[in-house]
């Protein structure tokens, strides 16, 4: 075999291995050859796309899959040779090393995501075109982050929600809560700090806790799919029986390592929210639940 090795790298620009709108990734194609070797085509692509597979089974083993894609861009560029160059470049023995450079587009491109359901995927491509051998390819993902989109309405806006119930049994009486934080809009390890307005006129004492959803959102041909998960739960001290009017402070940590709010895509969508509610003994609890946007850091 000619070829012994082909594979394609790219050199960080940060510690988390990163990259985002307007970046530059240099990187190298290495084309390790046994002996001097005639090719076609040397070619580097860069791509951005998601792609969202559904399957729904039904009856006996049967199924149907669902499947939509979206796309961002491809950059291609022929490092050796063209599209109408047939064998007129030569390689020499030994290891062969072609660099490149690539920049990132601007606009709304989403974060990476990957999960079984559904991708987004951003590539570096090179493809080894030879007349007598099949095409070889070599690929590498890097993982890209959404710049900050501070046009989301009513991102950096106060949001509150409120609710009560009357509590009939055990200790009757009613039980609310008004809750409120300063904006929409977090950055990664950014502290959240809910207020909640508790009145409690039952004879049970109430507490209030706290639980930050994630919501994943996956459209194929018509057919949809809303997993949700728990991303980290907290609670509050509990307000006593018939105390009346309380205001109870939560300051809440938002991981450094939560993935980033994704709004940017038609097929995949990755949301937020915070449930607050009061936990009653023997009774419904009154909740409110607000959304949340995860910004980068």
């Known amino acids: 075999m000619?070829?012994?090795?082909f594979l394609i790298e790219y050199d960080s620009i940060n510690s988390w291995n990163t990259f985002t709108n307007g970046d530059v990734i240099n990187g190298r194609i290495i084309v390790d050859a046994s002996k001097e070797a005639k090719i076609q085509s040397l070619v580097f692509i860069a791509t951005g796309a998601a792609q969202v597979v559904l399957t729904e089974y039904y009856g006996d083993n049967q199924r149907r899959v669902y499947v939509a894609n979206e796309y961002y861009y491809e950059f291609k560029h022929h490092i050796l040779g063209g599209e109408r160059q047939a064998g007129t470049e030569i390689i020499g023995k030994g290891a062969n090393v072609f660099p490149f450079t690539f920049r990132i587009p601007d606009g709304r491109i989403p974060s990476t995501f990957e999960t079984p359901p559904g991708k987004i995927v951003h590539k570096l491509k090179a493809e080894l075109h030879q007349s007598w051998n099949k095409t070889k390819t070599a690929k590498v993902h890097f993982h890209f982050v959404s710049k900050a989109d501070m046009s989301i309405p009513?991102?950096?806006?106060?949001?509150?929600?409120?609710?009560?119930k009357n509590v009939r049994v055990f200790g009757s009486g009613t039980v609310s809560l008004d809750v409120r934080i300063d904006k929409m809009g977090y950055r990664q390890g950014e502290i959240l700090q809910v207020t909640i307005e508790i009145r409690n006129t039952t004879s049970r004492s109430v507490k209030p806790k706290f639980v930050l959803y994630e919501k994943r959102s996956y459209f194929a041909q018509g057919h949809k799919m809303f997993p949700t998960r728990e991303i980290l739960k907290e609670k509050a001290e509990a307000v006593k029986a018939s105390s009346g009017s309380k205001t109870v402070t939560k300051t809440i940590t938002i991981p450094r390592e939560l993935p980033t709010t994704i709004l940017n895509c038609s097929i995949i969508k990755r949301e937020y929210s915070l449930k607050v509610f009061l936990k009653i003994k023997r009774a419904s609890n009154p909740e409110v639940t607000l959304p949340i946007v995860i910004l980068p850091f």
């Open 154 to 164: 009513n991102l950096l806006v106060p949001h509150s929600g409120c609710n009560s």
């Open 2 to 5: 000619t070829i012994k090795k």
